[in-house]
């Protein structure tokens, strides 16, 4: 995470004031469930909250810290600074992780919030576009060599449908996080009601967690952070989707560039596909700290700490980063330049010889051999590719190939509606019948 | 995947034999409703049935595809030598990929039904175990320090309530999977009509994938393997956990040694928790698996074959090695030997200190200042600490103590029934009112 | 590894009866530098070299491990059936891991010395294609799009330069895992001389390892699989570079067909570049196999037997497929098809447009305002760019041109000697004076 | 890479202000050498070094880029602002990746200096450490599980030779990216000499790389980042050794604690691992970020700029995290309390059973049969591990074993120095005849 690919609203709920407003919810409706349960005075519970608009101090609690070598209870140290002496009663019963580990939660839901809202963006983008160019035609590749027909439509449909199961995973990665803990040192509710768990998550918009160890169980966020690395993976193949269309040689759509963007005039086909390059390797970033998610699962015993430094940096790391992605993205689809023509040029590279499968089909249906199918269409394309010549005139002017179809039945095998006829079935299965 | 660590019913799935068997289900499908619309005679589709009970023979078809080198026009070209003439109109309309894809996804998806049902097992175990051990007092440790106590039967229910996390994940992940494509050359259905995927979908138990791109998308196995990467990693917790416990200095429990294995008797503690450490480097390597099916994502364009390596290795490789560790976890498990009285005088270590911060809680309540209570708790502890004396033995010889508490009272504080008052309630959580 | 990615000579490497084979050397060996110092009978030493010509029974060892659960003890016994009672002094001091980490650091050198032999192999035909093409000029590509020209050759000679470091690395990787630990059963050389080790080491042809827990420490081997990784990706640069030569707007090269190769001559275009396909998965799992070699360093103090299970599979995994790769790769370079017609028509796409920074320059150079040079040059650009105009041409017919530069000088700015005239310096750099 | 695990001296290479700096050193020197080449005036050279002591306005400079969207133009702009006209000379025939590659690698070649210094300082430590406990006998443990005798200083003496390596790695590894090019726009030289290139490298310590395409091939940087993640393998190993030693059961060494740092005297025995557990997690991040550098490798032709971004976030994550850990261990290590007593103890857990096999060895030696040997041996064990007995007195008063052994032989057989007797070897191979 680095300022050049971070959004604001992403990068504050990592920041040190939003972790201390989180901390202080948690630990004042704690105290609205201690008061109710008797264990501490409604009076201090009430007291708690006078906190409440107070704009906790960084750098004095960073000052604490110092001193005591302990991020919880420096903040309690400021938070008794508002509070006055019913601060006494925060926190009681309760262990530094319950905070801790209940915050992150917090920030993390939040980060899925936002991710997610990145996403609805991405998929009216790609939406949109998919319409728009539901029935521009385009050459298909497998390989990377020409293989058959598909339209620009669909391959930002086919984007859309893994986005939107991106979307899917995500929802249901925010659910595997959505968790509270409020369960004291090793988690067995010694010293604190179970009721208080139960409020706080409430509160908190979480889940309590069914049972925690002091710490609430790691395989959470691992499968979290694997789901981001999932997505990121997505943003890379339709990243590289655009760099292959931006190419030189294809140039079917490219990024779009501003007008006043420093490119070169001078050399106007030099516009590099940069912002989806860039994506490229922010996926391998997101990709990559999945791993450390792993392997923070097995924690020794009720917990060890070795999980928090990673967290501390695959937390804000991922999430910003994939936030910043996903809305690059947006932009990149949003505003993406399409050249029909050159795909229309493309496509016919090869003078009707995409065409050859059909034509074949077309004359062992006929009748001729499948021998003799094969040798007639190989010589007319063999023409075409070392001559050439257009595909269908020579399919026209030989003899043998007319004696089995007219010069209405070759033109029909070029047409490239059939190709598209099942567009339509295909954009009601992503998008409805909307 | 090694034949060590492997069981047959997975394996099997990953053989040639079985491949064949699921193409031709898929082709003779794919016949079925070819048929049906018209596009073939009901006498091939009838005719490609005949090869139903046949064992095709994996040697004849790697020679044919030495030669052709192609294994789908292999395997046709095998299939033909049983169905006869009608065989051409077999793959009528379809790519090779159509039968790959969808058959990696019927393999995918056995796989995930034999992991799902592992997991069963490793589940029942697992609260067996639990309930066994509901009220085993064991101390829980922090940083591999002394805590709190706990009970045996808690970590149980915890690595239950993992593991049952891991189960609906494993469900969610078939689903992803679950998917079947016949849409031709670049999934347009050119020459095929969308119906005969929704044929073959529902006899082979897949849903339709709503846009292929000759290729089924990779994000979908991505998903796959990357959650096969999570459950892996609560298979090492687990894994070490009781690596943890079977340590020589605290022997909290132990795999189960058979009395003919090969151990010790001249050095009765040298067992060693071999098993588990297995599953810890098995884990390693499910989860490394993960990385390369979520390079396998952004394929070129409508497809290009860099993820078929990948998948020949890792499609076995991940399922199989998963497979046999739940399979020994799950042994390992139902076989573990508890020891109780260790756990017992490991709680008991240092004879009743455990129990400090309810004596200092009590002094407060009683009145006395936090600082006092701190300083006579400290005074007594450290006598403990260092001498080896008995806590309670020492605060009840403590003046200062005993003007605040009396020795009922001290004795209340060192009940563990305090710390195992809400194990029902977390069993209860886990597994609910069984 | 799977037999579809391996070559024999390799997998040889990894075969039981290789590894029973190394065994016995070992022990041998030992038993040598034991009689040597008196502590065996030299008859003893004797005696076990009579099974030097044996063929261990692969299956009887594995009967016995099945009975005694132990591999190194399985062998020993089988040994002893050949050796007679003399067999009691074999392995004597000794440690089961002496035996089998000596032996896997054996078979990684020897899988290491048939990788080397593979890179050189590579190396020949890099330079060979290096040479043959050093003056065949292509437009170089930043971003997929067009920048100035290069030459083939140059592509090859980075490859060299890249392939030859990576030799370098594999000489270095060799040498980290050359090594030999005889030191008993944590190390200590407590029951067994040094000198044991010393005289293996030696026979073995590796270095004693200075400080052994029982184990070799796996540093070694994670730096190992790590500079497998590293070459897995310089070739999936080369094979990336292949995949987008050989696309169909580009097609400046392409992976040989062998003329009886099952291609489709009714569509001559669809050729695709599966190989280097194949290459690129390939090195997404060598790739993928250092990360576990890397979680395998922190064994639990003196050993663990976690890192067993992994090289158990990453051992073979890693060594044959990368040699399966390098040789794959060598024989697609060795017969790469080059198309420099091809070459020279993508490069002029622009009808001369790649020189217009030269002109730009030479236009400043004679005293022509950076704003008017920049000027000129663009609006001569962009006839070319939008109507297909000859940039040569335009210059020559602009009168603002003409006024600062001849028409020799026009044409001199054309000359693409001006971008080759290095080539042979770095030839030299690169092949030395050769 | 965040501010709590970073030290200045290694964040101070990554700030702007360096890098710019690092921009002018480079285009200074090209200038130099531009002049004496004649391609630019000996004045503007001068010129250019006018700005050697000034502090260049990173504000300004982000101001300037989002104007014209190019960090290099944005730097050249604000040079030329303290430079004056003979601004124009500098950067003349360069591309902006000669600047960025060659400051990237000044950058990491300075963070292997820091880094290799830090090595140094945690040699230092572990060499110190193993001398002061070179004979301080504890158990050395396999699977966690008691084995034979080992020294402290044996522990730290492995660590020591595992650093070495590690050290001679990072010095290999800074080799590989000490490299730079001044190669022009795809690395041909085109407009700018070779030797331009030969004088910047040697004047900013660097070699010129052979052959660049407009970038410095990433293998160099995969390969620095996958060492990197080698050493951080190695202080996870070290930092398990520790947090293992320090467990409550065992507590044979623990982590300094500072008087006055926060921990409870209430519960003394809860001072936790805590700066272990963050070096382990810190190790699964560095080990992390060779992946991403691995996938950087196979850019696109001449290049691509997906690498940039990783190498943005990993050039910093990746080395001030390696730095912090380093230091941190160093720490660690210098400042581990050793307990020699609990060792001890430790060691005799099993009341001598420890020695079990060398009086198995013994009695054989003495003639009596292997079987009766075991019998004898197992018979004592027994009493020791059931009953807690001693094993010397068990065997002294077993009649059996008293025929074979007298008082005096079996006590020699419990002498540690049989397995403290090749440390002084051991030492002599780690540390040299020092």
Redesign the interface.
Known sequence: ??P??SRPEMTAIWEPATRFRIWFEIEAHACDAQAQLGVIPKSAAEAVWKAKDVDFDVARIDEIERE???DV?AFLTHLAEFVGPEARFVHQGMTSSDVLDTCLNVQLTRAADILIKDMDALLAALKRRAFEHKDTVC????????????TFG?KM??AY??ME??RD?LV?ART?VATCAIS????????ID?RVEEHVAKAMGLR?E??S??VI?R??H??FF??L??I???I??L???I??L?????LEAEEYFSPG??GS??????????LT??L??????V??????A?????????????????E???GP?ATV?LDFALVRLTGVIDKLVVYPDNMAR?LD??RG?VH??RV??ALTQKGVSREDS?RL??RN??KV?EQGADFMAELKADPEVRAALSDAEIEEKFDLG??????D??FA??FGDS
Do not use: C
């Open positions: 995470m680095i050049r690919y005591v070598k302990h209870i050459i298909g590749r497998s390989h990377g060599i020409h293989a058959e027909p598909v669909l449909a086919q449908a893994e199961r991106n995973r249901a595997e004291g040192a090793v988690g067995t509710f010694a010293n179970p309590p069914p049972v160890t002091q169980p395989d959470r691992a499968m694997a789901t690395g999932v990121a993976s997505s890379e193949r990243a590289t989707e760099r292959h931006q190419r030189t040689e294809v963007q420093k005039s001078a050399m106007p086909h030099k516009r590099n596909p940069v390059e860039n490229t390797g922010l996926a391998r970033m990709r990559a700290y999945a791993l450390p792993m392997e923070n699962v097995a924690l020794w015993h009720e917990r060890d700490i070795s999980h928090s430094s990673v501390r940096m695959i790391d980063t493309n590279k090869f010889l050859s499968q074949l089909l094969y269409v190989q394309a063999m590719w059939y190709h598209t006829k099942h567009v079935t295909i299965r992503v």
